[in-house]
Nanobody
Framework: QVQLVESGGGLVQAGGSLRLSCAAS????????MGWFLQAPGKEREFVAG??????????YYADSVKGRFTISRANAKNTVYLQMNSLKPEDTAVYYC??????????????????WGQGTQVTVSS
């Protein structure tokens, strides 16, 4: 079991930056593949970024819409995963969810890979 708590959302102008944090308790983040998803009003929850580890290798995946703007990373000592979001656009406005999947994912993640979810944090980008 792992519990996930997101933080760092808020209101930002277009072109600005935010860093989301996902604090995990119960198990270390290195035991899980971690991901970020977003859900805009009236839409399906969709993949944003994922990070996973296998041996010495770290694997990261991004949705095409955020490549070059968002970066997923981990702080082992804090058992925390981050999503650095730069050059934000109004279409990035959504609730962002952190998710965990047991083991490693060495392919592009899917929503149903993840067993554990946080409560979400709202990100609003004004034009």
């Amino acid at each position: 079991q792992v519990q996930l708590v997101e933080s760092g959302g808020g209101l930002v102008q277009a072109g600005g930056s935010l860093r989301l944090s996902c604090a995990a308790s119960g198990r270390t983040t290195s035991s899980y593949a971690m991901g970020w998803f977003l859900q805009a009003p009236g839409k399906e929850r969709e993949f944003v970024a994922g990070i996973s580890w296998s041996g010495l290798y770290t694997y990261t995946y991004y949705a095409d819409s955020v490549k070059g703007r968002f970066t997923i990373s981990r702080a082992n000592a804090k058992n925390t995963v981050y999503l650095q979001m730069n050059s934000l656009k109004p279409e990035d406005t959504a609730v962002y969810y952190c998710a965990a999947a047991p083991g490693s994912l060495i392919r592009r993640p899917r929503r149903d890979d993840y067993d554990y979810w946080g409560q979400g944090t709202q990100v609003t980008v004004s034009s």
